[in-house]
């Protein structure tokens, strides 16, 4: 993987604060900062910080970070973005009391899926996206466990996408979120199997 460095790339939304401390980017979030469309809540809000450089096709691209995420609706992950209106995040979420792993993927109105993941609060996770085909395929892990499955998402290889790290916060201000690590290389070679990352 070849790592990118913090100064790359361009906020969909400034955040409230972007500090670099060592080789960590700490991101802090603008109190009512979001991305959804319409599906449920009737509301649309595209206030999320994504960090943003071109994601290749075929390509993967990981976002590390601290999954300290203590207030309802905290989130930070990686955001692939082609329009206003059809857009992926993937990453941890704070809901229903517990951290979750998840993705919301919108093509004009969003959907979001999610699964309680309760022993990653406060550590090191990993999500990663590849782009290979006519697909996404999106992955997770904590610290150096193995990555999981989350979603496999359709998506047309022709389209032009960017890609990077992200955080919202919709519910308050102050949420502050460090990513340790920012990098893309080679798409995975399967989908199925322990052998299937080009890491």
Same mark, same amino acid.
């Given at each position: ?45 595209? %206030? ?6 071109? =994601? ?28 206003? %209106? ?39 996770? %990993? ?18 466990? +193995? =990555? ?8 047309? +290889? ?42």
């Amino acid at each position: 993987m070849a790592t990118h460095a913090w100064d790359e790339g361009r906020w969909t939304n400034p955040p409230a604060a972007v500090h670099q401390d060592g080789t960590d980017l700490i991101v802090t979030a603008v109190a009512g900062s979001d991305a959804w469309r319409i599906t449920s809540y009737g509301f649309t809000h595209d %206030t999320e910080h994504a960090l943003l450089v071109p =994601f290749a096709a075929p390509g993967a691209m990981e976002v590390t970070f601290v999954a300290a995420l203590p207030e309802l609706y905290d989130q930070a992950g990686i955001f692939i973005r082609a329009s206003d %209106t059809l857009w992926i995040k993937a990453g941890v979420e704070r809901a229903d009391g517990l951290p979750q792993v998840g993705a919301v993927v919108t093509n004009q109105r969003s959907d979001w899926s999610l699964a309680p993941v309760p022993d990653w609060d406060g550590r090191l996770v %990993t999500i990663r996206a590849s782009r290979a085909g006519d697909a996404i395929t999106l992955r997770a892990r904590v610290d150096d466990e +193995p =990555f999981r499955l989350i979603r496999v998402v359709p998506l047309d +290889p022709a389209l032009a996408l960017e890609a990077g790290p992200f955080t919202c916060a919709p519910t308050r201000a102050g949420l502050a979120v460090r990513f340790t690590s920012w990098a893309t290389g080679d798409a995975d070679a399967a989908l199925h199997g322990d052998s299937d990352l080009e890491v």
